[in-house]
């Protein structure tokens, strides 16, 4: 095995598990996925042409030995990950834990994944089995590259190989720039949403594994290929670089596309240009244990998550990035090493242990899924009732204002005195307006604060076309307030933390695309409240309920559920909430202080003691 891919692999690892961590040191760590997609392409593509070519290639052997290398060290993960799932998860966590199971075992993990959403669908950091979503893609792969290749005939395979990088590579960049057509079946996931698929599916990462392909081809066929080891060491300087800042808000677009190159240049060549210096050394080996360490470190920080109810302290972050190499070292020597070489049996055997294995696997999760008593089934029940979504008047105001009109479920009454003009959290405010006397107007849209000329963009979450929906719902809303002569009043209500905190995103500011600066926001609300108090509309802004960090919800269920959590009550700090909602406290300040604007603080209404619960 060559050094530098080897090398490679560590750094991709740890880019990965610093990145999960969460501690501000590398901000798309990510990025190692897309290095290990390239290696992987290499790796395997290079077993596949040797064998072609020496006519020896066999497809059981060839998936035999696939499932040797990867098999025993997912399913020990998946094993162990099932068993602390029962002191972690909730019953309705559980249903989605069955299904990323499913999906692990038959490599459709990311085709399972990016289905999982919903108003209070788990965060991603609470899913246990996310990361298999690449295991999968690169399983896909596996599947049909051998079949590829062997219908390929020799000498066209590298046209063959280009061409195929071109299309995926091609369908990439438009899904990421055009997500407006993307096709009908996937919209009934949410605009939002659409990105992401992106980010999952095979068609749009398949070049990555494929660059790794054309390597392989190149070193078989042209062994003479030499690159300069100054040239390599710029390309892992450019990997590093790219893992700390970013030049591209979607993913996988421009960052990914540098990262592949990247890793193409050093893989192409020979492996000389790698000083020979201990620290180095020690990379490598973490690169020997990468599959484990990567299998293993994203249950930690899901179990870690879901026991904090959301923040994790920073010193547990760390201890939980040394407890991942250290797992992942364990894993790789007594699971890994003793399976892939140790492990001498028939092929029918062979088969016939893994069949028992996926058997296991499943059982260990059965009595959870199988066996739910009475009282548990009635406190789920309980929950999923007050967990119903509140979309306010009807589910059809959740979509925002459209060019038509608004819908007639929408609107109490035809003389509306009042309009309710925001996101989610304007949606949560209907029933309790809805038991006044006044008609009112629902003017909301999922995520989008009702801010005119802007709208937050996201990766991952919030593309420009939805960003572009979001602005003209804002428009549309704001139009139909000021035609509506019998409006007086206009509630704002928003979680202003996309607009608002520090956190790494972009702004559509009247159709620019914009690097993400609160002030603009701030003068965004400002002018949006002015444009109403000149158009004799008063504006009454809501702020957010008090929050610090965690899932009050989540947490009060797990206490219920008898779960593990780590903290030591659900009871929110002050001092908790004053300083994690610093940036949407000061902000709203601003704009009282600038505009003379009514605001309504939850705060004011939960008492004067230091400890307090946030409204439900």
């Known amino acids: 095995m060559r050094r530098d891919i080897q090398f490679l692999r560590g750094v991709a690892v740890l880019l990965v598990v610093i990145f999960h961590a969460t501690l501000g040191i590398v901000n ?5 996925v897309d290095v290990f997609f390239v290696v992987s392409g290499f790796l395997i593509t290079s077993i ?3 064998d072609l070519d020496a006519q020896n290639f066999s497809f059981a052997g060839f998936y035999r030995r696939r499932a040797k290398r990867l098999l025993p060290a997912l399913y020990f993960t998946l094993a162990c990950t099932s068993l602390l799932a029962y002191g972690f998860l909730t019953s309705t966590q559980w249903n989605d834990f069955i299904a990323q199971l499913i999906g692990a075992v038959t490599f459709s993990a990311n085709l399972v994944l990016p289905t999982q959403i919903g108003y209070f669908e788990a965060a991603a950091e609470g899913k246990p089995l996310l990361h298999i979503w690449s295991l999968s893609l690169e399983e896909q792969y596996y599947f049909l590259l051998p079949l590829f290749l062997y219908l390929t005939p020799r000498q066209w395979r590298f046209s063959a190989l280009i061409a195929a990088t071109a299309v995926s590579l091609g369908w990439c960049l438009f899904w990421t720039s055009s997500p407006d057509a993307i096709p009908p079946f996937l919209w009934r996931f949410g605009e939002a949403k659409i990105a992401e698929w992106a980010f999952y ?8 594994l494929l660059v790794g392909s054309i390597c392989a081809w190149l070193m078989l066929n042209r062994p003479g290929i030499a690159i300069h080891p100054g040239i390599k060491l710029v390309a892992l300087a450019v990997i590093v670089t790219a893992s700390c800042i970013s030049l591209d808000s979607i993913h996988p677009r421009g960052n990914a596309l540098i990262v592949v190159i990247a890793t193409a240049t050093i893989i192409l060549g020979k492996d000389n240009w790698l000083p020979r210096f201990r620290v180095l050394h020690g990379i490598e080996r973490i690169g020997d244990w990468s599959y484990s360490i990567y299998l293993v470190h994203w249950p930690l920080f899901a179990f870690a998550y879901l026991g ?18 250290l797992l992942g070292y ?16 028939q092929s029918h055997l062979t088969w016939a242990w893994f069949a028992a294995s996926t058997v296991v696997v499943f059982l260990i999760p059965a009595p ?3 066996g739910k008593s009475e009282s548990r089934n009635t406190l789920t029940a309980n929950i999923t009732e007050i967990r119903k979504v509140n979309y306010g008047l009807s589910e059809n105001c959740a979509k925002g204002v459209a060019d038509s009109g608004l819908d007639p479920e929408c609107t109490t009454g035809v003389k509306p005195k009042l309009a309710v003009w925001g996101d989610s959290f304007a949606m949560h405010l209907i029933p309790g307006i809805a038991k006044g006397s006044e008609d009112f107007i629902q003017l909301t849209k999922s995520s989008c ?17 939805w960003a572009k929906k979001c602005s003209e719902h804002n428009d549309n809303a704001f139009r139909t307030i000021i035609e509506t002569d019998s409006i007086t009043h206009v509630v704002l209500s928003s979680t202003f933390g996309q607009y608002f905190n520090g956190r790494d995103a972009q702004f559509l500011l009247d159709g620019m695309v ?26 009454i802004l809501i702020s957010p309920p008090p929050r610090s960090g965690f899932n009050i919800g989540d947490c009060l269920e797990r206490q219920d559920f008898d779960l593990i959590v780590f903290r030591k009550s659900c009871d929110i700090l002050f001092s908790e909430y004053a300083n994690f909602e610093k940036d949407i406290i000061q902000s709203l300040a601003d704009v009282e202080r600038k505009t003379g604007v009514e605001i309504i603080w939850l705060k004011d209404f939960l008492g004067s003691v230091q400890n307090f619960v946030s409204i439900l």
């Open 201 to 208: 599916l095979f068609p749009t990462r398949a070049w990555e």
């Open 449 to 465: 604060g009702p801010i005119l000329g802007i709208a937050p963009i996201i990766a991952g979450r919030y593309s420009q076309g």
């Open 308 to 325: 904090y109810v959301g923040l994790i302290p920073d010193s547990s972050k760390i201890l939980l990035v040394f407890i991942a190499v």
């Open 48 to 50: 596949i042409l040797k």
């Open 28 to 32: 798309n760590g990510y990025l190692g």
């Open 368 to 370: 959870m899924v199988l």
């Open 514 to 539: 914009v690097d993400k600066d609160p002030a603009v926001a701030i003068e965004a609300l400002i002018l949006t409240i002015e444009k109403l108090q000149l158009a004799d509309k008063h504006p």
């Open 330 to 345: 364990f894993q790789y020597r007594f699971i890994e090493i003793p399976f892939r070489y140790g492990w001498k049996t």
